[in-house]
């Protein structure tokens, strides 16, 4: 090697070289925000404690949920359509909650009829819901699951599902009036 050729005598371009654009898409910061102030809320209501070491505990805890999580409470990508999709699941909670009510009457009416084990006939039920987004499906199953009687066993990422029934009264609403109900709040 002679000293031309050595490497402090070589020139070097020592502007950094231009980065390809990020292929990662923008993430709006609406979305956390909102759920960090829905996450607050419920810790103040719930907590009762107004101190500063509690506020501070409740700070914490709902930026790092809201951190982790903040794009699934607020899921669409039109934040116009979020209040009429909050007031719409405000509407079908006490649909649910009525649902809820008549199928532990049911239940109640199984465990305790002198012929139960006539009765009982479980069984997996499949089928294919016509909900397209996660969050429809989400609520969905769990719908299914909060009504007694009824568990989500699996939810495909294609919409099929399978739930277990514990009578036949129990499967023969499936999927039925919940799934049109889910539907008409996230308008498919």
Not at 20 to 35: E, G
């Amino acid at each position: 090697m002679t000293v031309k050729d050595a490497p402090a005598n070589q020139s070097r371009n020592r502007t950094p070289k231009a980065q390809p654009p990020s292929t990662k898409p923008k993430r709006s910061p609406v979305p956390y925000i909102l759920t960090f102030v829905v996450c607050m809320l419920t810790w103040l209501v719930l907590s009762g404690k107004f101190d500063i070491f509690h506020l501070s505990l409740g700070a914490v805890s709902c930026a790092i949920v809201s951190f982790a999580s903040g794009d699934m409470l607020f899921a669409t990508k039109n934040p116009k359509r979020l209040p009429g999709q909050w007031l719409r699941f405000a509407a079908y909670v006490p649909w649910l909650l009525y649902q809820i009510f008549r199928a532990n009457i049911h239940v109640m009416r199984l465990v305790f009829h002198p012929r139960m084990m006539e009765l009982i006939n479980p069984q997996m039920i499949k089928f294919n819901s016509r909900l397209t987004s996660e969050m429809a499906r989400f609520v969905y199953a769990n719908s299914i699951t909060l009504t007694p009687g009824t568990i989500t066993v699996y939810v495909s990422l294609y919409g099929a599902y399978t739930v277990h029934a514990i009578d036949d009264a129990s499967a023969e609403g499936l999927p039925g009036e919940m799934e049109a109900r889910v539907a008409a709040i996230f308008r498919e």
